[in-house]
């Protein structure tokens, strides 16, 4: 089976930097996707992670252990903009992506 | 635009009318997702194909859901005699892999709302 984790809300400050969890349980794992989701909107593709560590883009970094079956989206600089859901999804081998429920984070001034 | 395409963008049926749904992926995307989402939650798996082939699908899906792709380009995705539960976005994503990396992008969607 698969079980995808994260937290319900976060808020944070403008300016400020959050970091959002995601843990996973998956039968078989390639690798992590975040996504950003603004209300009534699609999902919008943030990252993909398939190896150990940070990766970094812009003011947006995703991190992956997958010994710890753990994730986490770092956003800094946080913009009113950046308020939105994020979204976490585990690949299993079979390709086949499983999302949380999503972080909504609220950004305040 | 060479993103992801859904057509129609909002349905609105009445209770037991069937419904179809398309989706046009990245053109050179060999695999191709179907999702559901509500108000408030993530998108919930429904179907996945690689190329033509339909390799999963959801035990959660009743017999009044179908999902084609005929030529492992587009694909349809029909409910039959639909329920106001049936009420929700329903997602296409496609997804391709490069070497170690996977992407992956969503259509706009199609909002369903079951009157």
């Known amino acids: 089976g698969q079980n995808i984790d994260q937290p319900t809300e976060m808020t944070a400050t403008e300016g400020a930097i959050v970091q959002i969890n995601c843990t996973y349980q998956t039968s078989g794992f390639n690798g992590l996707f975040w996504y950003q989701q603004h209300a009534g909107e699609a999902p919008t593709f943030l990252s993909y992670n398939v190896l150990d560590g940070l990766e970094e883009k812009g003011r947006f970094s995703s991190f992956l252990s997958r010994s710890k079956g753990y994730s986490y989206l770092l956003l800094k600089e946080l913009q009113m903009k950046d308020s939105a859901s994020y979204l976490c999804a585990a690949e299993n081998a079979g390709n086949m992506l499983t999302f949380g429920g999503g972080t909504r984070l609220m950004v305040k001034p | 635009d060479t993103g992801v395409s859904q057509d129609p963008r909002h349905k609105i049926t009445k209770r037991g009318q069937n419904v179809t749904f398309r989706c046009d992926p990245i053109?050179?995307?060999?695999?191709l997702y179907w999702y559901r989402q509500t108000l408030g939650q993530g998108p919930e798996f429904l179907t996945y194909?690689?190329?033509?082939?339909?390799?999963?699908k959801s035990r959660l899906l009743s017999n009044r859901f179908s999902a084609e792709r005929p030529k492992g380009s587009f694909s349809t995705l029909e409910i039959q005699r639909t329920e106001q539960g049936d009420s929700a976005m329903y997602l296409c994503?496609?997804?391709?892999?490069?070497?170690?990396?996977?992407?992956?992008?969503f259509g706009q969607g199609t909002r369903l709302t079951v009157v």
């Open positions: 994503a496609s997804s391709a892999r490069t070497g170690m990396n996977t992407e992956a992008f």
């Open positions: 194909f690689q190329n033509e082939a339909q390799l999963e």
């Open positions: 053109s050179e995307h060999n695999r």
